[in-house]
């Protein structure tokens, strides 16, 4: 059990039998009344984020999180292999479980899987992920690099607002958690 007034960005804890990662806190002392911590949480089993107030000094239950180092092997079907590279033990995951983590996955990319008490929880991508451009407008002549944006399917299917001077073909970082264009590879 841990205090609400030692919340940190990235704490996982288990509220009302959910697991849930800190996104945000905010200590708040009113003038009047008690002071309470404003808390957003992201449900790692749904995805949902929600905002939580909890009473200051309020016990919450800490949860292990376990993170393994996986490489995403191929889709089978509706399912998604991935293969732990010590052991080679190899997991499958249902599409429906990791459709956000999808836009962003090449075929042997490292990336951690979360579970908690044997029940995995999702797949944890890098910040950044580098992809192919397969389908956007050609550029035109003219053109400056800070003059606007267009639509560009990554080779995910991802689609990102890029710079007018990218073309099919280019390699680009993309932002996970916003999933934008930040530059080329």
């Known amino acids: ?5 030692e919340f940190k960005t990235g704490l996982t804890i288990e509220v009302d039998g959910d697991i ?24 790692l089993r ?16 800490k949860a292990q999180i376990d993170n393994r180092r996986m490489q995403y092997l191929y889709a089978n079907a509706d399912d ?8 080679y033990e190899q997991i499958e995951l249902p599409s429906a479980q990791i459709e956000e983590e999808l836009n962003y996955l090449r075929e ?16 944890e ?4 992920v580098t992809l192919e451009v397969t389908a956007t407008e050609p550029g035109i002549k003219g053109d400056t690099a800070s003059g606007g944006s267009k639509p560009a399917t ?11 001077f990218v073309n099919i073909g280019d390699k680009l970082i993309i932002n996970t958690e916003e999933g934008a264009y930040v530059s080329r590879a």
Do not use: C
């Open 125 to 128: 991508l890098p910040s950044t």
């Open 1 to 5: 059990m841990i205090s609400v007034n």
């Open 20 to 43: 849930w990662r800190v996104i945000d806190f905010q200590h708040v002392k009113p003038g009047k009344g008690a002071a309470f911590v404003r808390s957003k949480l992201r449900n």
């Open 80 to 87: 998604h292999v991935f293969m732990d590279n010590e052991s």
């Open 154 to 164: 990554m080779e995910t299917g991802l689609v990102v607002q890029v710079p007018f």
């Open 46 to 61: 749904s995805g949902n984020v929600n905002e939580k107030t909890f009473r200051a000094g309020e016990k919450v239950e």
């Open 108 to 123: 042997n990319m490292e990336v951690h899987i979360i579970s908690y008490k044997d029940e995995i929880l999702g797949v």
